[in-house]
């Protein structure tokens, strides 16, 4: 490390004032505080001192992803072999996915840091780690086979409206991850709607056949309930095979890459509640808001397949514990006082249920349901502290 110090050291005059690329002194800053803990101090105004900083927070939640993205990239393959009907060992299975991942992370890095890169360089100020969470959840939300230039507009679009628009990290109102989904949903509907399997198309990178996996027919797990004209329908796989509440648990199904395995998110859960990065009220309550309204309409719902649908089974199909563990909990956009939490957590898992129920339209739910509130967190957060407030008042007078 004294060596790279040392490098660095003798680089750094040369982006300093005066230095002959002073113009890229916020990419340099950048780079060097990815890789050194700043040595510089407040010298005005209040400061909380603390050895966790934003940089460290990212770097964590990133490592809570890990799990989920690394069965999303071995899932990716076995659904690939599985539907050409060929047999493949783990690693040829796991590397097939990685391969048809990795453009994707690649697209969402390059493009999301490249905007927050040249903003910084024309406002003149350092580059915020936010992205470092972003670039890693866009690719994880959304289906495998979407056009590598589908990602990078809509990523484009999700930082500059969704995020420096606002004022940047910190200031934004919406998940920028769950924004730039939201632009393919509606910009490239066919892309994102649960009408067609998501499982990767083209060769198989050369990893021994060369085949080619043409579309396939046939809907997701949420595409197949929201469109059956029954009130019960069995979920089926590519083969035909069924799905059960453990097949939704352990993730080897069709859907984004991120969200098909409950027990890899809730591995990353444990890392973030651990660490104290995210909030257990928040994920909590939507687990519980999305368990009491899916229960709810089991008991009196239409007579639809959606309202039938297994309250037990909604919490591990679609997008419902990813977006409890890694979006809901969101610092920035999420509620921030302590009963506001509970409020926020439920209200996203009772909208998610009441979406993908009432509206067939739009089977996931829970991407709308994280967005609608996150514009009410403030105000919920307002009306907690209001209430606490008068609350205060009351006993004041009555001493």
Known sequence: MNALRNIVDKLKPHFEEGGKFEKLHSVFDGFETFLFVPNTTSKSGSHIHDAVDSKRTMIIVVLALVPALLFGMFNVGYQHYLAIGQQAGFWETFFYGLLAVLPTIIVSYVVGLGIEFVIAQIKGHEIQEGFL???????????????????????????????EVFGGTGMNIFNVALVTRAFLFFAYPTFMSGDKVWVRTGTTFGLGNGSVVDAFAGATPLGQVATATTPHVQITGILGQHFGFMDGF????????????????LIGAAIILITGVASWKTMFSVFAGGAILALVFNLWGPDTASAHFPWYDHLVYGGFAFGAVFMATDPVTSARTE????????????????????NPGYPEGMMLAILLMNIFAPLIDYYVVDANIKRRMKRAIKK
């Open 133 to 163: 969470v972003s670039g890693i959840l866009i690719p994880m939300i959304v289906p495998v086979d979407t056009p590598l230039w589908m990602v990078a507009v809509a990523t484009a679009f999700a930082v500059i409206f969704a995020k």
């Open 250 to 265: 352990l993730g080897l199904i069709p859907g984004s890459v991120g969200e098909t395995s409950a027990l890899a998110i």
């Open 339 to 358: 009963t506001g939490k509970y409020i926020y957590g439920f209200l996203i898992g009772a909208m998610a249920i009441i979406i993908r129920v009432l």
